[in-house]
């Protein structure tokens, strides 16, 4: 059982660099979500979408860009990398956004911006 | 202010020990509530949802109290697996997103 696979699991970049990080989930799931994760700050919501060709901007979207590329799949780019986006990235997933359905989460990418 | 506030702990016990958690959110609109658990250097997992009956499943007991708007988390016989952070999250379905709002976690460590 896959679940949500996020792909790269480590990345360094060089400010200035873009890159994209990949999830996709086979649980059939209608809606999608990125978060990151800080130490002392908890998970924020970057993005998510709540169904296949949708997609909204959460509470820390600066600096991001999502693609809802089909049910499955649903990427986040930085187009500029800065250091204040080094951080601890995690993909979600759920049946839908709207009922007490959980999230389920991906490995993490532990990106690194210097 | 945070939507979901948890004490960070840490809360270190030796094992079988009773240890309980508790969180408070702030949106009156909350309507459903779950326990994760993060082990270190992983994806969060769902350990339990939170029902307004309050709800067991084995040696972890939650329990909603809305009228104070907290939440919390009791595991009983605390065992060294047990150990990890454990994030109270609240979902927030007054809103069109239907977000899951995350506390920042409350780390616990058993000892032998």
């Known amino acids: 059982n896959a679940g949500v696979t996020q792909t790269p699991k480590f990345q360094v970049l060089k400010t200035g660099q873009s890159m994209t990080l990949q999830c996709a989930q086979d649980m059939n799931h209608n809606s999608m979500y990125w978060y990151r994760q800080d130490p002392g700050m908890g998970l924020r919501l970057i993005y998510y979408s709540a169904s296949e060709g949708t997609t909204d901007k959460g509470e820390v979207p600066n600096g991001y860009n999502v693609s809802r590329l089909n049910k499955r799949e649903f990427s986040l780019r930085l187009e500029s990398a800065a250091p204040s986006q080094t951080s601890v990235y995690f993909c979600a997933s759920s049946s839908t956004h709207l009922t007490n359905q959980p999230q389920h989460f991906g490995d993490g990418t532990r990106l690194s911006i210097l | 202010r945070k939507e979901v506030e948890q004490d960070p702990g840490p809360f270190n016990v030796p094992e079988g020990a009773t240890v309980a958690f508790n969180c408070t959110y702030s949106?009156?609109?909350?309507?459903?509530f779950f326990w994760y658990r993060q082990d270190c250097r992983k994806e969060p997992k769902l350990l339990m949802s939170v029902y307004s009956s309050g709800n067991e499943d084995g040696r972890f007991t939650a329990q909603l109290n809305r009228a104070s708007q907290y939440i919390s988390l009791l595991i009983r016989d605390s065992k060294l697996s047990d150990s990890a952070t454990y994030l109270c999250?609240?979902?927030?379905?007054?809103?069109?997103?239907?977000?899951?709002?995350f506390g920042r976690g409350t780390q616990l460590t058993v000892w032998p």
């Open positions: 999250v609240a979902l927030d379905r007054g809103s069109t997103l239907g977000r899951l709002y």
């Open positions: 949106n009156s609109a909350s309507q459903s």
